[in-house]
């Protein structure tokens, strides 16, 4: 019988503030594979945006995504001292982690997450799933239902459309941030259960229902 809850998290943009870093990470590879200049008016119309709306503003085609998403982790991993998490953050998944189990679903490296938690001091006992694929979290979510969880029961947390959808695909609830790299009005696109605007928000939401 399946009766425990899983709350998995996104990790950039939602645990971690890695925006600055992401942005540098863009500079080069766009002028090595030609993509666009990322201009200010740009960049807060794409916050807005849905993961292939910003593919087709880049002309990122997907055949492309698993070479360019193992560019990103290297170059990501480069910058991994320099990134830190959000404030709240720690407290708010500590905090669930007494009633519920923690995980982090992140396209980025493993090893990687797990070496910013421990620079940035984070001893809160979560477990990291091995790194998905930009598009492959409900996959990665149902397979993680599957053994032990109750997918109604159990929330999916991220700050961009494609963590909404993901966990709506495995039929899980949905929260969705504000502080990360989707703007309000585009995580709104998503329609997830709720939207915090600060992570003290999530906790509450979570243990009031």
Do not use: C
């Amino acid at each position: 019988m399946k009766y425990k809850v899983a709350i998995v998290l996104d990790f950039d943009g939602t645990i971690a503030d890695a925006e600055d870093v992401m942005l540098e990470i863009y500079k080069p590879l766009a002028e090595q594979y030609n993509w666009p200049k990322l201009t200010r008016k740009d960049y807060f119309r794409l916050k807005k945006s849905s993961p292939r709306e910003i593919m087709r503003w880049a002309e990122i085609k997907i055949w492309q995504l698993p070479k360019l998403l193992r560019l990103g982790r290297d170059e990501y991993k480069k910058h991994a001292a320099d990134i830190k998490l959000f404030a709240g953050m720690p407290e708010a998944i500590t905090k669930l982690s007494e009633k519920n189990d923690i995980y982090i679903l992140s396209s980025n490296d493993r090893e990687t997450v797990a070496k910013i938690l421990k620079n940035n001091g984070f001893n809160t006992r979560v477990t990291i799933l091995q790194g998905s694929p930009i598009f492959g979290k409900a996959n990665a979510l149902k397979k993680l239902l599957k053994s032990k969880y109750a997918a109604g029961d159990s929330w999916m947390i991220g700050d961009e459309i494609r963590d909404i959808e993901a966990g709506k695909k495995a039929g899980m609830n949905t929260i969705g941030v504000t502080w990360g790299l989707q703007s309000k009005a585009g995580i709104e696109k998503a329609k997830p259960d709720y939207i915090a605007k600060k992570p003290d928000d999530i906790t509450k939401f979570i243990y009031n229902r």
